[in-house]
């Protein structure tokens, strides 16, 4: 089946909740190897999301994620704001005019996210950041969608790729971003990027 | 008219701050424009801040964009993304450090200097030492 | 064309600090002759602040300055001037 703008909408919303639910787990981990603010960043980015997406209601998907990705890089505040702006606006770019998305379509604005991601913070897989939980994402649930697996099958296979990917950055050093310059200190704690990406992608499920 | 400044901070008072200083080096012959904090005010940056500080901050010579700490670049590399390309082409972002980056970079568009000398200058005032006994 | 040089003492408090730094600059650069500041042993082009900058000088240093070109005497004339008004600072 297909996702239409409810759908989007709906995920939006969810993860607005989810964010604000998680903001001082979020925190929390950020204080370890961060400003100690990606929580309350990214819970402030997705409430002024909230407030614009009644104005592009009726629009088509493609609008509806360069809103949020504008939105967010006006209001986050952190790196995260410019890193998941980019992500939105990619996606809202390569999904533009659409009115619902075919598993395929996720997997292409999913791509774009991630090369957006990958080339505005100039970060690889490895390197401690969201890159880690959204790369294994995306090839999971290209792998589901090519195999032709449901929509809920292949976001339910997305979402245990980013939290395995997120598992997999607490021994990481971190060689990009704020955590970087805690060198070795870095170690032993989960990346908060990669936390809520993958928070993000778990929303897409529960907001079904 | 001369190449124009704009200064990308996490603090609103600190990019205020910083175009107080440098306004005083240029002697109000250089536009040098604040762009700092969240839209509503929170510490933080704001691609719709940036965006409009520098299209106020150019009057067709060009515009140095000065940034203190991570996402400021990143917000002004996405800023200078959006543009067409003409102004693209005369939007440049200053690896300098925030403060001696912006004097710097202000006395030289006060005497006329283009954006690349502009540019080259503040880039280079991370060379500058504080304490004079140590040159 | 002439070349002008004059030996100059710093005596604002501050000596060639940033504001100083910046009003030297300043006023170079509103002539054509080409200007040269030497301090400590370091020679400046006296339109670019950072080189005036990072020639330290400070209260009580010696300034050579050197003006080549058509208004060199105009120049040389400006920055005494404003090196002997201490750059308008009280002491």
Redesign the interface.
Known sequence: MAADRVCILAWLRRSAEVLHEQRDYLTTLDAAIGDA?HGI?MD?GFT?VMDKLPSVAEADIGTILKTVG?TL???????????Y??AFLRAGTALAGRQELQPADIVTGLEAALEGIKA??HAQVGEKTMVDALSPAVEALKVAVASGESLEEALYAAGAAAEAGMQATIPLVATK??ASYLGERSADHQDPGATSVTLLLRAALNGK | MAVGLVIVS?SARLAEGVVELAE????GNVRIIAAGG???G????????VTQAIFTADSGDGVAVLVDL??AA??A??ALEQFATARRQRVRISNGPLVEGA??A???A???ASLDEVVT?AD??V???KL?KR? | MATIQKTLILMNKVGLH??P??LF??TA?QFTSTITVTS?GRVANA????PV??L?A?YGAELMVVAEGDDATEAIDALTNLVHSRFGESE
């Not at chain 3, 339109?47 to 950072?50: D, M, N, P, Q």
């Open positions: 603010d960043n402030r002024a504008t890089v006006s209001t986050v505040g952190g790196a995260s704001g410019p890193l702006g980019t505005r913070g971003g704020r | 996490h005083q080096m240029a002697h969240t839209d509503d929170a510490l933080g940056t704001s691609l719709m801040k991570g996402s990143l917000v590399e996405m004097v710097v202000a006395v030289e006060a005497v006329g200058s280079a005032a060379e500058l030492n004079s040159t | 940033a504001r730094a910046s600059v300043q650069a400590n339109k670019r602040i950072l900058l990072q330290g400070e």
